[in-house]
């Protein structure tokens, strides 16, 4: 049983389209996260939803909007996809966000290529 | 600014020699520190973690040091495996309650047979 998993995998795509990476986590965590990861490892977060509600939301063009339909699910919708949004993006849950930080949990990740 | 980095981009050790693998944080406030290991075309995995309040941790052929005073991070991995082979990440939680992590740049450990 996969505790985080993400679909697509892989998503090619060409410059000026919407898109959509699913996630969902069955591990009961109330805290669910997207990371991007660039062509040089670097991970760095973009958003954060607690039981549904947005609470961390980083530098990000608002090209990408997270909807979590419930605290299982969090999912990201890219609008007019750009060359620069190529990468691998990785949901990751968590079961709270605040008090005594919690382990953060990774899916697969879903590698994004813009053409 | 925020940051977490690690001294090496890549190590290179022998299978059964020990690996150390470093990381150095700015934030003196971060109060837990987590390692993550990422093997090729999967996602981070956890692989230890260290509280503010403690200098050491041990796992399971894995130990984590941390030096608050000159804000440094380090895993050791004991008798490395070739299955050890993977990009390493230190990541440091700041003060905030939202557990936002700030991630290292990720060192590839590569281990020789």
């Known amino acids: 049983d996969t505790a985080v998993s993400q679909t697509p995998k892989y998503l090619v795509t060409q410059m000026g389209n919407d898109k959509s990476i699913k996630c969902e986590q069955n591990?009961?965590?109330?805290?669910m996260y997207w990371y991007k990861q660039d062509s040089k490892k670097f991970l760095k977060i973009m958003f954060s939803?607690?039981?549904?509600?947005?609470?961390i939301n980083e530098t990000v063009p608002n090209r990408f909007s997270p909807k979590s339909p419930d605290k299982a699910h969090l999912n990201l919708h890219i609008n007019s996809l750009e060359l620069g949004d190529s990468a691998v993006y990785f949901c990751?849950?968590?079961?709270?966000?605040?008090?005594?930080?919690?382990?953060?949990?990774f899916g697969p990740g879903t590698r994004l290529t813009v053409l | 600014g925020e940051s977490v980095g690690l001294h090496l981009p890549t190590l290179s050790v022998q299978e059964g020699d020990n690996s150390i693998i470093n990381c150095a944080y700015s934030?003196?406030?971060?109060?837990?520190f987590i390692w993550y290991k990422q093997e090729s075309g999967k996602g981070p995995q956890f692989i230890i973690d260290?509280?503010?309040?403690?200098d050491k941790r041990q796992g399971q052929r894995v130990t984590v040091l941390l030096n608050k005073t000159v804000k440094h991070l380090s895993l050791q991995i004991a008798a490395t495996q070739p299955g050890d082979s993977a990009v390493y990440f230190c990541?440091?939680?700041?003060?905030?309650?939202?557990?936002?992590?700030?991630f290292g740049q990720g060192t590839t450990l590569q281990v020789k047979p």
């Open positions: 990751a849950s968590s079961r709270r966000p605040s008090g005594p930080p919690d382990t953060q949990y």
């Open positions: 591990l009961g965590h109330d805290t």
């Open positions: 939803y607690n039981n549904k509600e947005l609470i």
């Open positions: 934030n003196s406030a971060s109060d837990y």
């Open positions: 260290i509280r503010s309040n403690m």
């Open positions: 990541a440091e939680h700041g003060s905030s309650n939202t557990g936002k992590l700030i």
